[in-house]
């Protein structure tokens, strides 16, 4: 596996998807300003446009471009095609469905390790079973299929409370596993500016550190939301001059775990994650 690609995929705040479909937006997207494109094979093509759609992705990589592929599930006609695709370039693959950890290896092994993982969990079961999805060998950081769980379950894709449980699992098991922070699900409503803000917000907040995009529009803000804001950044460049023996900043107990989220502010701003 290239250690750029899963750097890349640890670090970015902002995944676009784009049809694979539709090969006249690839160049848009990637000039989007998004951490990560994703060409989407599954559910933005329609079957008879299948086997179009993974040579459009083949021909962009084989360019030199870069970008994540999400494949169709296993078990699908398409899903050996469009591993073999991602593997002849070696390009992360998302996995969608994500709900069985053997799986997750026979992808790994059928692409002779070359791929990074990005395991899409978006049914009850997958969630249940993330903490042994999330601990896989090469699956480098989870994503939240927001929109498959919510219909799975009956209820709304952007009901924040009816969601918080399976959020706030999926951020435990990569935590407990030692993968990289979840990436959030989508924001359906993509002329919304509020709804984007109130979502990623709310994800931030139980601890996601990227979301993914259907629109450029949504990248830019997105960006900024997972960005610490000056103050978070001046707080930690503050808590991490204290020193490392317990004490008090403001009032506030500065111990080792206050250290340690000091640090995460600053690695996140891409900053050193030591006191000058």
């Given at each position: 596996?290239?250690?750029?690609?899963?750097?890349?995929?640890?670090?970015?705040?902002?995944?676009?998807?784009?049809?694979?479909?539709?090969?006249?937006?690839?160049?848009?997207?990637?000039?989007?300003?998004?951490?990560?494109?994703?060409?989407?094979?599954?559910?933005?093509?329609?079957?008879?446009?299948?086997?179009?759609?993974?040579?459009?992705?083949?021909?962009?990589?084989?360019?030199?471009?870069?970008?994540?592929?999400?494949?169709?599930?296993?078990?699908?006609?398409?899903h050996e095609a469009d591993l073999a695709t991602a593997a002849e370039h070696a390009c992360p693959v998302m996995v969608p469905k994500a709900e069985q950890p053997e799986?997750?290896?026979?992808?790994?092994?059928?692409?002779?390790?070359?791929?990074?993982?990005?395991?899409?969990?978006?049914?009850?079961?997958?969630?249940?079973?993330?903490?042994?999805?999330?601990?896989?060998?090469?699956?480098?950081?989870?994503?939240?299929?927001?929109?498959?769980?919510?219909?799975?379950?009956?209820?709304?894709?952007?009901?924040?409370?009816?969601?918080?449980?399976?959020?706030?699992?999926?951020?435990?098991?990569?935590?407990?596993?030692?993968?990289?922070?979840?990436?959030?699900?989508?924001?359906?409503?993509?002329?919304?500016?509020?709804?984007?803000h109130e979502d990623t917000a709310h994800a931030r907040r139980l601890g996601f550190t990227g979301k993914l995009c259907v629109h450029p529009?949504?990248?830019?803000?997105?960006?900024?939301?997972?960005?610490?804001?000056?103050?978070?950044?001046?707080?930690?460049?503050?808590?991490?001059?204290?020193?490392?023996?317990?004490?008090?900043?403001?009032?506030?107990?500065?111990?080792?775990?206050?250290?340690?989220?000091?640090?995460?502010?600053?690695?996140?701003?891409?900053?050193?994650?030591?006191?000058?």
């Open positions: 596996m290239s250690r750029p690609d899963i750097e890349r995929i640890a670090a970015a705040r902002t995944l676009l998807f784009v049809p694979g479909d539709r090969p006249d937006r690839f160049a848009k997207a990637a000039a989007s300003g998004a951490d990560l494109v994703i060409i989407d094979l599954e559910d933005a093509v329609a079957p008879a446009d299948k086997e179009a759609a993974r040579s459009h992705a083949g021909a962009w990589l084989a360019r030199g471009e870069r970008a994540v592929v999400r494949v169709n599930p296993p078990g699908t006609p398409w799986t997750l290896k026979q992808i790994t092994a059928g692409t002779s390790a070359r791929c990074p993982l990005i395991p899409l969990i978006e049914t009850a079961l997958g969630i249940e079973r993330s903490p042994e999805l999330c601990a896989v060998p090469g699956a480098v950081r989870a994503a939240f299929g927001n929109v498959d769980l919510a219909a799975q379950l009956g209820v709304a894709p952007d009901d924040h409370t009816a969601l918080t449980y399976a959020r706030s699992r999926l951020v435990l098991a990569s935590v407990a596993t030692g993968a990289h922070p979840p990436i959030d699900g989508v924001t359906t409503a993509m002329r919304d500016p509020d709804a984007l529009d949504q990248v830019a803000p997105v960006a900024a939301a997972f960005t610490p804001a000056p103050d978070e950044l001046r707080w930690a460049r503050r808590v991490l001059e204290v020193g490392e023996s317990v004490t008090t900043l403001d009032g506030q107990m500065v111990d080792r775990p206050v250290l340690e989220r000091a640090r995460s502010v600053l690695a996140r701003a891409g900053e050193p994650r030591t006191a000058h």
